[in-house]
């Protein structure tokens, strides 16, 4: 595959990702407010965005009250609810683009057939990306646990079923491919999306700072190397009745 196919290739990925979790949120907003508002209408919109981004990294989801975000959008109420119905309303637009950035970051494809090469470094990536919007992504986890809305729990738990299931893809990949034998991928997956799942969030989102760029280089490349070992071909026989273990 030539390079610019590959890049093609990555891209569409990429967007196909961003695009998924756009709907996923869209799914969750109510319709009762205008989405395609004036130029200066969109101007406040985003104002309140950003307001909210900030206010609820700082304060945290149940601690974050409309009054907040508007004194800091220097904005009335009135206008807030013009736009959103809710605080759960705005988070959800405030949550978007990292959500959109941390899906991306984990759907690219191989650039070369150095398949632990490739393995560190889109956990890297991922790592980078999950560092830029830790805040948010932080509370996101709480909002899915404290929240009684729902959709927070569904939405976390969707975003994450996507980048589960590309791995299972291309775990079957490697199956094919005689990399490793047959097991079971969807719970290798799932084993696979914890591991850096949970990392992400105790070695960067509960820090009091963001890590250092080369902590979380050093971090990606342990993780990826982890995956990849986990991977190597058993010559163990299978247990009866059972796939052979990776």
Request: neutral net charge.
């Amino acid at each position: 595959m030539s390079s610019s196919t590959q890049e093609t290739t990555s891209e569409d990925r990429a967007e196909a990702a961003r695009v998924r979790v756009r709907e996923l949120i869209a799914a969750l907003q109510p319709d009762t407010v205008d989405k395609r508002p004036n130029k200066r209408g969109a101007q406040t919109r985003d104002k309140l965005v950003q307001a909210a981004t900030a206010c609820f990294s700082e304060y945290g989801y149940t601690r974050t009250r409309v009054s907040d975000i508007t004194n800091r959008a220097d904005t009335a109420q009135g206008n807030f609810y013009r736009h959103f119905t809710s605080l759960d309303d705005i988070f959800l637009a405030a949550l978007q683009p990292a959500l959109e950035e941390l899906a991306a970051a984990s759907a690219t494809a191989p650039r070369s057939g150095d398949e632990q090469h490739h393995l560190v470094e889109q956990t890297i990536a991922y790592l980078h990306s999950y560092a830029r919007n830790r805040h948010l992504l932080r509370v996101m986890r709480e909002a899915a646990a404290a929240s009684e809305n729902e959709g927070f729990l569904k939405l976390w738990l969707q975003v994450r079923s996507g980048f589960v299931h590309r791995t299972e893809r291309w775990l079957r990949r490697l199956h094919e491919s005689g990399v490793i034998e047959e097991t079971d991928y969807e719970l290798h997956a799932e084993a696979l999306g914890s591991m850096i799942e949970q990392m992400a969030y105790v070695h960067i989102g509960l820090l009091p700072v963001t890590p250092r760029p080369e902590r979380i280089q050093d971090l990606g490349e342990v993780i990826g190397q982890i995956w990849y070992r986990s991977l190597a071909v058993s010559s163990a026989p299978a247990s009866p009745g059972r796939a052979r273990s990776l």
